[in-house]
Structure formats: C-alpha cells, structure tokens
C-alpha cells in the first residue's frame, strides 16, 4: 500500500484549513476552562473566608467567657510571708495579714533497731486520722498522757507486710509504695540501736494526727509501730501536727493548710512565714489592664474578618478588576450581618453600657479602633457593666442564685425567678444503741450511695459511743472504692441515739440505704430520696437537675440555667445579656455549619458548578472529536476528488495535445 497525506492529490493546506476551522470550534471549550478557573478562584477564596471566620471565633469565644473581664489581681506587701492568687468571685479589698503559725504535717519515729535488715514481722498495718485533743504532752519523751484520739471520719489506709517486707528496709518500702499518704524513711542516730523508722504524714493539720494500729501480728511488728495516742504509744511523736493560725483583719483564722482557700472570698492565700507583730497587707484589685487587652484583641479579630472580606469582594475601577467573590451574595450578606450586630445596642437587663461607643470603641469607614482614654475613664467608673458589653452574662438578684450557662437560644431579658421545691440530698436515719457492738454476725453492711452498692466491713469491737460507731462507718463508706471512684461521699452525724447519714449529692440520683447483717443494729431504718430542685424562670416551669434549674425549651430564656441555693419562694430575677463578643462567636457558629451553614452551602454550590462544567468539557471534547473526524473525512473525499479532477485534466489536455500535433 501506498503513503497518503491529506492534500497531496489536490494540492490544497487540507491540515491548515482543518487547524484553522478546528480553533473556532474550541472557542467555547476556552471559554468553559475560563469559567472553571474562575469558579476555582471562588472555592480558594471560600477556604481562606472559612479559616478567617474560624480564627474570628476562636477570638470571639474567648471574650465571650466573662471570666476575661473578670480578671482580679493580688498583691502582697511582704511576699515572704504569704503569696496570694484571686477567682473571679473575690472582692476588691484590702487586709491585715498576721500569720503566728505555719501548718505542719505530724512526724513519729520508731524505737532504735540494731539492723535496718533483721527480720520484724507481719501484719496489716492500719493508718487512722484524727484529733489529738486534752491530757499532757512530754516533749521529752514524744508521749501523751491522759489524752484522746478522735477520729476524722477519713478512710482507714492499710499497709500488707509479709515475709517478703518484714525487715525494717522492707517496712519502710511497703508503706512508700502503698501510696497511703504516709511517707517512710530511716534515719540513724548513732546509738548502739541506731536504727529508726520515721513516719510523715502528708497531710498538714491539728486532724492529721495518726493512730497506728498492728492486726495479724506474726512476731514484733506490732510492738514497733502500733501508736494510740490514747493509749498505748510504741512510737514518739518529733514534730506535732497543727493547724496553721493566723489574723486577717484582727479575725483569728485556723487552717489545715498553709494553702487557704476562700478565706477571703474567692481568695487562696499561700501562707509561707510567720510575722508576729508585723503585719502585712494583702490588696486584691480589679485586673484593668487584662479588660484592655481583651478589649483590644475584640478590635483586632473584627478589623481582620472585616479586611478579609472587603479584600476578597472589592473591586478595582482602574483595571476594572475585582477580588475573587467580588459581587458574591454570600459575601455581602455576611458583610451586612457583621455591620447589623455592630449597629444594635446589647439588651443587656439595665446595666450602663449599651453599646460599643459607649466604651469608647468605634468603627469609621469600616475600621474598628479605641479611645484609650474614654476606655480608662470606662472602666473606673463603671468597670462590673463591660463583661455584659462583650460576654454573655446572666446576673440573679439572689445572692444564693448563681448563674451557671445558657444556649444560643436563650434570649437576653430579665426573668423572675420562683422556687417551689428546694433541692435535698438523699439520706438514711435510724436509731443506734449507746454502745454498738460488732461481731462476726453483724460487720457486714451493704450501702448503697447515689446508686452504687459496695459491702462495708467493721473489725469486731464494742464501741464507746455510738458517736464513735458513726465515726467509723463514715470512715469506712468514704474509703470504699466504688464510692470513691464515682465521687461519692457521706457524712454522718449521731445525736441523742438517733444516727442521720446525708449523701454529698443533692437530687433524685442522690440517696442513701444500708442493708446487710449489719442492718439489725439499727432501729426504725429510713431511707428518703433525695429531691431535685423545682421551680419557674420568666413564669414558665423549668427543669430540676439536682440544685440546677434550666429554662423550658421553647420559652424566652430556654437553656438559662441556674446553680440554686436557699429556700422555696419568689427569689427575685436574673438578667441575662448576650454581649457583643457572644453574639459574633454565635454568628460565626453559624455562618460556618458544615450541615446548613451559608460558607458550606455557596462551597457545596461552587463544586457542584465545577462538577458540571467538568461534565460540560467531556461532552464538548467529544463533539469537537465528531466534529474534526467529519471534517478530515469531508477534506479527504474533496482531495481525492479534485485529484481524480486533476487527472482528468491531465489527460484531456495530453490528449488535445496530441490531436492539435497530428497531421490531417
């Protein structure tokens, strides 16, 4: 077969034509790939508009935590004598410290041993808190005489020793392993039984005190260690167990720790020195400079959300050019709504500030930016209103309500408040002999708090008082691990043989029951409920969770929730405020909704409007394919026959010619 080339017959550019004619063609393919770069521009545009709200958020969540404009600072005019840090709830004030004694953990220390590696003995040692109170106390000697041991109803912490820990090396590892808040160490004094076994309490306070106690003896163990400060002593107390003492304002204040909490109202003082006679001050002030600085990242987060959309929208008269969502809906409503909010007064329940300029903060040609001075003089003057200018606030008038939350579809208002049913905390009473006795046939009890079960066991014994036997069961329910572990706790009280057990629970889940063979010590046994709190907000019945009240779905001040306190009645009103800051961070919740939200939608609609021109190239490919395959076919059938046309000529001409040269 021969070579062929389109044109060769006729002699005409075949290739040229259909190259030329083929360009007009994919003039609307040119035009569908400068529309999808386009829509290419938007989604980029789309992702750096979502990344920009996200940050805005992020900054607007933080200002609308009312704890920012709530910021106190302390100072201390002696720092070496106590350091101090203040929440949100404390007072501006100024106090009078004099601290006389510092807290101190209790230290006991075992009698001499010749090795610290002979063997001692076992048994289970038992680790008993309490109070050392009344009788003598011989420094000399680290006794007490005549004293009592009253317990602190803690739980009883016990310490295994077998054959493997038995010397006092292994005694001393045991009990620092154990993690029972005891802490061993040896220490050796240099005498011919040098060898002695000191214990540290970790936790400091006059009811830190230890009784020690040895069961399961099996050699000498008990008469190293077992340690009633009522009675029997084996060990000698070096360093007492006390409380830290001190006067705030004149006022005599004794504190388990050198760490005091709310001694001052929402206050912690960490107390380091003592300073007799030369007191300190300790001023607590409200943070200014933390309001100004939240105060100024609201501006920043606003100017930057602002500029990323007039940066993505504007548009450009001279090279009649425009951003990438230049004249894009979406863009313009979101623009709309930021200047919306920014031109409403914050309804915030009648405090001083209503809006942004009153603070001294103001928006021109679209820009943010703050007056310091006006800023200053605002917060001097009226410092408690501005958290409601920018974070969602809730103020009760009842000092005992306590605002907790609301959702984004709680309405800023003032609502009354009405209490019916207070919240109560599940309890168990019964009557209890003088003296409890417990023996084989009556230690076990089965307790069941806030609905958990656990089976408590009490040592055989006669008890002294039945305030004693109360002493012990608190210790024992508050030590049991299901209990410990779902944050449960009693408190028991006795009284005139009547024994009253209380849940730290408030509300229905709340309750307290005891069965087991240990229930035949008490008398008339009775358990009841506890209640959860129940009452209106705005007039509307809303829903108890233990002491927590929350607005009824559907009303005003839905999701308003409230932490209540104090007696059934009318209890007064909350005011509830969504500030500036509140009302962009939900703004910018919605506006970036992956489900419904505006930002996923136009994206949703961009990629839907790619996908499609996408589909639209494929079909006009395939068009232009048909249209050039018919093209070559219509040039070829021309070539071939102007060439056959050609030939022809050819020969007619050949033949003329011959005619015209023959002779007649």
Same mark, same amino acid.
């Given at each position: 077969m021969g070579l062929s080339s389109a044109g060769i017959g006729s002699g005409l550019p075949i290739e040229n034509i259909i190259t030329?004619?083929?360009?007009?063609?994919?003039?609307?393919?040119?035009?569908?790939?400068?529309?999808?770069?386009?829509?290419?521009?938007?989604?980029?545009?789309?992702?750096?508009?979502?990344?920009?709200?996200?940050?805005?958020?992020?900054?607007?969540?933080?200002?609308?935590?009312?704890?920012?404009?709530?910021?106190?600072?302390?100072?201390?005019?002696?720092?070496?004598?106590?350091t101090a840090t203040a929440g949100t709830s404390a007072a501006v004030g100024s106090y009078a410290l004099e601290v006389s004694q510092l807290a101190q953990a209790q230290k006991l220390a075992s009698s001499g041993q010749a090795s610290a590696a002979t063997q001692i003995g076992g048994g289970t040692i038992s680790f008993d808190l309490g109070t050392i109170? =009344?009788?003598?106390?011989?420094?000399? $000697?680290? !006794?007490?005489? /005549? #004293?009592? %041991?009253?317990?602190? &109803?803690?739980a009883a912490r016990t310490v295994t020793i077998d054959p493997s820990n038995s010397s006092l090396a292994g005694i001393r590892d045991a009990i620092n392993k154990a993690g029972v808040g005891v802490t061993a160490a040896i220490v050796n004094d240099g005498s011919a039984t040098p060898y002695r076994l000191v214990l540290t309490e970790t936790a400091t306070?006059?009811?830190?005190?230890?009784?020690?106690?040895?069961?399961?003896?099996?050699?000498?163990?008990?008469?190293?260690?077992?340690?009633?400060?009522? =009675?029997?002593?084996?060990?000698?107390? $070096?360093? !007492?167990?006390? /409380? #830290?003492? %001190?006067?705030?304002? &004149?006022?005599?204040?004794?504190?388990?720790?050198?760490?005091?909490?709310?001694?001052?109202?929402?206050?912690?003082?960490?107390?380091?020195?003592?300073?007799?006679?030369?007191?300190?001050t300790v001023a607590v002030a409200r943070d200014t400079k933390t309001v100004a600085e939240s105060v100024g990242k609201f501006v920043s987060a606003y100017n930057a959300i602002n500029k990323t959309l007039n940066d993505l929208s504007a548009y450009n008269p001279i090279t009649k050019k425009g951003g990438a969502l230049n004249g894009d809906s979406t863009v313009r409503s979101m623009q709309t709504q930021l200047r919306s909010l920014l031109g409403s007064p914050v309804a915030n329940g009648g405090t001083g500030f209503t809006m942004l300029s009153d603070i001294g903060v103001t928006v021109k040609a679209g820009v943010m930016a703050v007056d310091d001075a006006r800023l200053q003089k605002a917060i001097a003057s009226n410092f408690n209103d501005i958290a409601g200018l920018f974070a969602a606030t809730g103020k009760p008038s009842d000092s005992l309500l306590a605002f907790t939350g609301a959702t984004a579809n709680t309405q800023p208002g003032q609502y009354a408040v009405k209490i019916t049913q207070p919240a109560t905390q599940g309890s168990f009473s019964a009557g209890i002999a003088p003296a409890p006795e417990i023996d084989a046939t009556n230690n076990k009890f089965d307790v069941t708090l806030n609905g958990v079960t656990a089976t408590i066991t009490l040592e055989p014994r006669v008890y002294a008082t039945a305030a004693e036997f109360a002493a012990e069961l608190e210790s024992k329910i508050n030590g049991a691990a299901p209990f410990s572990a779902a944050g449960s706790k009693v408190s028991i009280t006795e009284?005139?043989?009547?024994?009253?057990?209380?849940?730290?629970?408030?509300?229905?889940?709340?309750?307290?029951?005891?069965?087991?063979?240990?229930?035949v010590l008490f008398t008339s046994p009775t358990p009841i409920a506890g209640l959860n709190v129940a009452g209106e907000i705005g007039g509307v019945p809303a829903t108890g969770s233990g002491r927590t009240l929350t607005a009824a779905a559907g009303s005003p001040a839905e999701g308003l929730a409230l932490l209540v306190d104090g007696a059934a009645g009318n209890r007064g009103t909350v005011s509830y405020a969504k500030g500036y800051a509140s009302q962009f961070e939900q703004l910018a919740s919605t506006l970036l909704d992956t489900a419904k939200g505006p930002l996923a939608s136009r994206t949703e609609g961009i990629n839907a409007s790619i996908k499609r021109l996408a589909d639209n190239r494929v079909h006009m490919e395939d068009r232009l394919a048909a249209t050039e395959k018919r093209l070559r076919a219509q040039y070829s059938s021309l070539d071939a026959t102007i060439s056959r046309m050609n030939s022809t000529s050819s020969y007619l001409a050949q033949q003329l010619t011959a005619l015209s040269n023959m002779t007649i």
């Open positions: 030329q004619l083929m360009s007009f063609e994919q003039r609307p393919l040119t035009l569908l790939d400068q529309k999808v770069a386009g829509f290419q521009a938007k989604l980029s545009a789309m992702g750096t508009l979502k990344s920009a709200f996200d940050t805005f958020k992020t900054a607007a969540q933080g200002l609308a935590d009312i704890s920012k404009f709530q910021a106190l600072s302390t100072t201390v005019g002696d720092a070496a004598v106590a109170s =009344g009788g003598s106390f011989d420094s000399a $000697t680290g !006794k007490y005489t /005549n #004293a009592s %041991f009253s317990s602190s &109803g803690a306070g006059k009811a830190s005190s230890m009784k020690i106690s040895v069961a399961g003896d099996t050699g000498t163990l008990g008469s190293l260690l077992n340690h009633d400060p009522a =009675g029997a002593q084996a060990m000698t107390e $070096t360093v !007492k167990a006390q /409380n #830290a003492e %001190f006067k705030l304002d &004149g006022l005599a204040i004794s504190s388990a720790t050198n760490n005091a909490a709310d001694v001052i109202d929402g206050v912690t003082l960490n107390l380091a020195k003592t300073n007799v006679g030369s007191p300190t009284s005139g043989g009547n024994l009253s057990i209380a849940s730290n629970r408030y509300g229905a889940s709340s309750g307290v029951d005891i069965g087991g063979t240990g229930a």
